[in-house]
């Protein structure tokens, strides 16, 4: 941590979210949430930095972050596209659904499109299982998909 | 303000808000201001009813009208028909009781259900604090206060009613309660990952009425002699969240919570903790660890969390439907509870019923309930009116049943004679088209990807089995069937938490029933 760091108005941001957590137990992930909303993925410096502000070693921030689906480690696309895996999801086609968004995107499970608009990744259970398949680009669910309507909803992202 | 004369409820919840219900909810404003019925009707939100993938839901009282699909477009329609004219508009309505229409028949049967802790989904007003109190919140809790009944009598009516835990295992709550360790520093958590496959009957009860779960909290709380509860959320539950964060809110601002509730000398408050996605981390021991902060790794029991849990400490660890129950138990004493479901078994079940049928959704029903009677009576039948293949019931940690099993009474003890698991009580129903095989994939798929990693056994455990159906898939014979259980069977017997203990239950089952289907199996299409 140094003061170039902290003059960058996204760190001078978690340097507060760490200080308002000071007094509470065990608020590491609960720190690495705010980190991600922050930063958009958990690079290594910022695993450093909130490994020396909360004192806690390097090695069990690493671990914490890769140990959780939800912590990201690579810069993602500007959309992130999160495909349902779930068993729900399963029986209702999902594979299905990553086929035409291969299609429509030219890309796999775990990949970013070259222009940077858009990463495919698979989670399990999004727990809206009763709208399957599902997925879920951003912060936004749609369910009930088919190849007209992810057409239709990645023309929204698009751009 | 004047009673209004009639009520539109709109179901405010994670399907429904995709599907467009706040722009719903402004449309019936609007048309009824237009009509110039804003003095007779009210609109409210409220939380969801147990129908689910019908988009948005309305309900209009007094008369219980439920609507589905409801667009912006039919606002004005139904306005100007039902509200100002009395006409039910017949082409969005559905029933919720026996029908005689047989179309619409079958949506869960919700008012034929026995209903105790989805008593108020969907009726109240889950934000509001007044409703909840209205239709009963709280009353346990004054009551427990003011007769002052000690901790031990209110263990003692939980242990008399007979409640298992919800959350899987099915552990009597009330004894859980009793072996905690004496201590000054005690742990209440609620258990609210629900990260089993196709599981959301926690969600509904946290978006639905979270003053029933803090209420369920503070006795058991007061019970065990905690002063400090923990809910650990699912993360993507994000409604959920901000609901139980209000409420508790509202409850801090009404002494419900705090150092002085109703009054009393009985301290007690409620932090919400956000899962980060780890579905070992629903594992109680695993779940504390996270509470710490730390990756989820499960511990080595014992010693069970009632003697060493959270920051060490004595601490207990429920689902969140075991304490939506605790509340009316209190109030209604434990012979009521015992009048529904079975001996072993007492009270009712949430299920959440997915996959082919008719109408999935959500459905309490008394412990018992026979499996054919849940999906032909509640749940519709199977779709399309195609015939019943299988159902997956618990989640990916669940056992297949089929046909022979569909009059099994679905509760603990009935399952397990049968080698089956009630579990979270998902039923995923299977017709006659789907894939055993393809669905057996996708959960050893998910046991590989979900495997926590801390003992070999499980970690390579679970790549192999992957690895080992993956090869019978592409060119594989029976030995690779039975290999595949002798690794699922040496991984429950060797593997450090009850996640590599698993995986034996679904192959199992599917290998019972469905052998043949497996030798038959010829179809490449791998699933990612
Ligand atoms: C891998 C695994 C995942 C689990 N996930 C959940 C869960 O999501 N929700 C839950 O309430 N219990 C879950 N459990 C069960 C808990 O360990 C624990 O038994 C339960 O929370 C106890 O509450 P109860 O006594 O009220 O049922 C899980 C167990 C295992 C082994
Ligand atoms: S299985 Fe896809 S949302 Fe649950």
Known sequence: ?159 | MKPARSLVLIEIEEDSLLAGAKAVEQAFSDAIKEQGLDQEVRVAETGNLGIIGRGVVVVIYPEGTTYVGVTEADVPEIVSEHLLKGRPVKRLQVCLGPCMDREKAGIGLVRDQPRIVLKNCGIIDPENLQEAIGVGAYQALERVLTEEISPKSVIDEVINSGLRGRGGAGFPTGKKWSFTAPGDEKYLVCNADEGEPGTCKDRLILEGDPHRLIEGMILAGYAIGAKKGYIYIRGEYSLAIGRMEKAIEQARANDLLGEHILGSDIAFDIEIKKGAGAYVCGEETALIESIEGKRGYPRLKPPYPGQVGLRGKPTVVNNVETLANIAPIILNGAEWFRSFGTETCPGTKVYTILGHAATPGLIEVEMGTPLREIIYKYAGGIRDGKGFKAALIGGAAGAFVDEAGLDVGMDYDSLRDYSAVLGSGAILVLDEDASIVELLRGILNFFAHESCGQCATCRSGTGRLVDILDRFCSDGNEDDLDLLLRVARLMHEASFCPLGQSPVLPIESALRAFKQEFLDYTDVSMPV
Do not use: W
């Open chain 1, 1 to 159: 941590m140094n003061d170039v760091q902290l003059k960058n108005p996204m760190y001078a941001e978690l340097d507060r979210v760490i200080d308002s957590y000071r007094d509470a137990k065990g608020p590491l992930i609960q720190v690495l949430h705010r980190a991600q909303e922050i930063f958009g993925y958990l690079p290594p410096e910022v695993q450093q930095f909130v490994s020396q502000r909360m004192g806690i070693p390097p090695s069990k921030v690493y671990g914490v972050v890769t140990f959780y689906n939800f912590f990201r480690t690579v810069p993602q696309g500007k959309h992130v596209i999160n495909v349902c895996l779930g068993t729900a999801c399963h029986v209702k086609g999902a594979d299905r659904v990553v086929e035409i968004l291969r299609e429509e995107l030219g890309i796999g499970i775990g990949q970013t499109t070259e222009d940077r608009q858009f990463t495919l990744s698979a989670v399990r259970c999004l727990g809206a299982c009763g709208l399957a398949p599902v997925m879920m680009i951003d912060e936004e669910v749609y369910g009930k998909l088919d190849r007209a309507k992810i057409k239709h909803v990645l023309q929204q992202y698009a751009s």
